[in-house]
């Protein structure tokens, strides 16, 4: 006779536990993030920063990627919350954010933003063109400007076919005599690129074969054409008077009658009496 109330105690608890067990099994639908996002003002070239103010109506804490699209063709930036970027010229762009929430849902905004500031004007390549001679460096001078920023790099073609030169003011040496396109490229800070390309002329070498007997310095330059030679005094001695620098065929000529009265980097120029 007793046996019948606890079983049915029994029974109540049984369907107690299962009840229990049916409330922690239910779990609502994933909802779509929302994409936001703010901007400051904007200016060329300098850096503009973004701020995401996405929300998850699951819970802000369940947004776990981020995808930024500028709009100016740069790199996509990943998984960043508040990147910063800079635009080199003026525009409107559409700039894109993307966010993914932990279960895989996703939403994107798409806002213009307005960058302020002067487009970047190019630089102006420029450069003088030096008087070269075969077989000794070749001093290249940089005379390049900005109006609007300040200049990264210099590459320089010398026109002979060597490598490009990398060097703001390059010394280069040319092999052969002739006129040679020398080619400057020049790049500011943002990017924009100035070219110039001007004619360099190599002369034949100079006068090296020279013979000393005594006092006499005698020195030959063989010239297969007519030509006019120009002679500079580049320094002088004067223990020894009257030192004369003349030219003897074909045609006797003194050039520096006294060296020691000349002015050292004084020039005379010298032809043929024909």
């Avoid at 065929?249 to 120029?269: A, D």
Wanted: proline share 7%.
């Amino acid at each position: 006779m007793r046996s019948i109330p606890l079983l049915a105690a029994t029974t109540v608890m049984l369907t107690f536990v299962w009840a229990c067990g049916d409330d922690g099994g239910n779990v609502g639908p994933n909802n779509d993030p929302v994409a936001t996002f703010t901007v400051g003002a904007c200016t060329v070239g300098v850096a503009c920063t973004f701020t995401d103010t996405s929300t998850d109506p699951d819970g802000n804490n369940t947004i776990v990627s981020r995808t930024w699209d500028f709009g100016d063709g740069s790199p996509l930036v990943q998984d960043v919350t508040n990147p910063s970027h800079t635009f080199a010229a003026a525009s409107t762009y559409q700039v894109k954010l993307t966010v993914t929430d932990n279960a895989g849902a996703s939403a994107s905004v798409t806002n213009p933003v307005v960058v302020s500031g002067t487009a970047n004007t190019p630089p102006i390549a420029s450069f003088t063109a030096p008087a070269c001679t075969v077989n000794i460096g070749c001093l290249f001078t940089d005379a390049s400007s900005d109006p609007d920023g300040t200049i990264a790099s210099w590459s320089w073609n010398f026109g002979d076919g060597s490598p490009a030169a990398p060097d703001q003011n390059p010394s280069h040496t040319y092999a052969a005599a002739g006129t040679f396109n020398v080619t400057l490229t020049v790049t500011d800070n943002l990017g924009a690129t100035g070219t110039v390309t001007l004619p360099v002329t190599v002369s034949p070498p100079t006068a090296t074969q020279c013979t000393v007997a005594g006092t006499v310095v005698s020195c030959v330059l063989t010239m297969t054409q007519r030509s006019t030679v120009t002679i500079t005094l580049t320094s002088r001695d004067c223990e020894l008077s009257a030192n004369k620098v003349a030219v003897a065929q074909p045609r006797r000529q003194n050039i520096f009658f006294n060296v020691c009265s000349e002015t050292v980097g004084e020039q005379k120029t010298v032809t043929d009496a024909t």
